[in-house]
């Protein structure tokens, strides 16, 4: 069926819809309200309390409202792949692959502040791509911190993508001073903005900007699924990593450093997962962007189309299992 996802037809994207609806479709029967956790910022606390407050009746919009975010980062990280051609031709495979991905685990199925992060995210990553013989690298990188300023009032441990905005202008060119000095001044000013309010209004005392966290190894549930679960999230991961490496001689400069601040993605999400989270694989939430991207190089080049099939069909399993296991819990 993933064959269908190499189209561009525009009727493609609603086929598309309903295929990741139908991946997590217990969540719409068992619906869970937000996640809440130490890390997460003033931001998510005022939407996911208007959210609580609004559908307390019908439950069932919490599961929506998650999926329709998931669904427009995965059309966003797709457009951005086929934009800066990462992929031979273009089509929907890596939304495909992030529907997939994000449907393995049932605590990516959640509203969450990672979940609001992620979106920013994936612009920061796009944005940051543009800045290889760009004429104007000052604007994106300022843009890119204001985008970075935000996901850390929605989810503090978010912070560490600041990394992220002053190494990739290292990596996809000369570095300038005042292109970091705009990342900063972008970085700084929610910050400005929200501290202003929050004096104006009184508020001062009452708002924890940075909650207390230490980096730690998060405590994980792990049932026999959760194994194939993670398997099948690594095993297309690491083919995807092995077929880049082939194409690397054969692409363009610019496309190989984008690759690479796919991977310095990878690093950071896995760094917030250490230090900002309190259990569960929902701390992991950052990491589904490039093991996307990365599902996707696997199935483009599978080498032989059943390779590609039984992967597509083995992560099916894997996902059916675990809506039974939530039907059933």
């Given amino acids: 069926m993933f064959v269908l996802f190499r189209s561009q037809h525009p009727l493609t994207i609603v086929l598309l819809f309903f295929y990741g ?29 208007g959210i609580q407050g609004s559908f307390a009746a019908s439950p069932s919009f ?24 990462l992929l031979p031709r273009r089509g929907f495979l890596p939304a495909m692959s992030y529907l997939l991905v994000t449907a393995l ?25 543009r800045v290889f013989n760009a004429r104007r690298p000052g604007e994106i990188v300022f843009n890119a911190g204001v985008l970075t300023g935000i996901s850390a009032l929605i989810y503090f441990p978010s912070i560490l993508f600041a990394i992220f905005i002053f190494l990739a202008p290292a990596i996809m060119g000369t570095p300038r001073f005042r292109d970091w000095v705009s990342a900063l001044a972008g ?21 924890s900007l940075a909650p207390g966290m230490v980096l ?16 099948m999230l690594l095993i297309p991961f690491l083919w995807g990593v092995l077929a880049l490496n082939r194409q690397m001689p054969r ?33 992991l939430y950052l ?11 696997a199935y483009e080049h599978a080498g032989r189309p059943w390779m590609a099939r039984l ?13 039974y296991l939530v039907l059933n819990k």
């Avoid at 792990?222 to 194994?227: E, S």
């Avoid at 610019?254 to 701390?283: D, E, P, Q, V």
Wanted: aromatic share 16%.
């Fill in 187 to 207: 970085l700084l000013m929610p910050f400005y903005f929200f501290l202003s309010w929050v004096y104006l209004t009184g508020r001062w005392g009452q708002i």
């Fill in 287 to 297: 990491v589904v962007v490039p093991l996307a991207a990365f599902h996707s190089l």
């Fill in 62 to 85: 919490y599961p929506f409202i998650a999926y329709v975010l998931v669904f427009l980062q995965a059309l966003i990280l797709n457009g951005r792949m086929d934009r800066d051609k």
């Fill in 105 to 129: 685990l049932p605590d990516w199925w959640r509203l969450s502040a990672l979940m609001l992060s992620a979106t920013l995210l994936i612009w920061v990553w796009g944005d940051m791509n």
């Fill in 21 to 49: 609806l139908a991946l997590r479709a217990s969540a719409f029967w068992v619906p869970l309200p937000p996640v809440r956790s130490s890390g997460d910022g003033y931001l998510y606390d005022l939407l996911a309390d």
């Fill in 251 to 283: 692409m363009l400069i610019r496309n190989r450093k984008i690759w690479s601040l796919m991977y310095a993605c990878l690093l950071l999400g896995l760094l917030i997962f250490c230090w900002g989270g309190t259990g569960g694989f929902g701390s």
């Fill in 311 to 323: 992967l597509h069909l083995i992560t099916i399993f894997a996902i059916v299992g675990w809506n």
């Fill in 216 to 231: 730690h190894w998060p405590l994980l549930e792990i049932q026999p699924l959760t194994w194939i679960s993670l398997a």
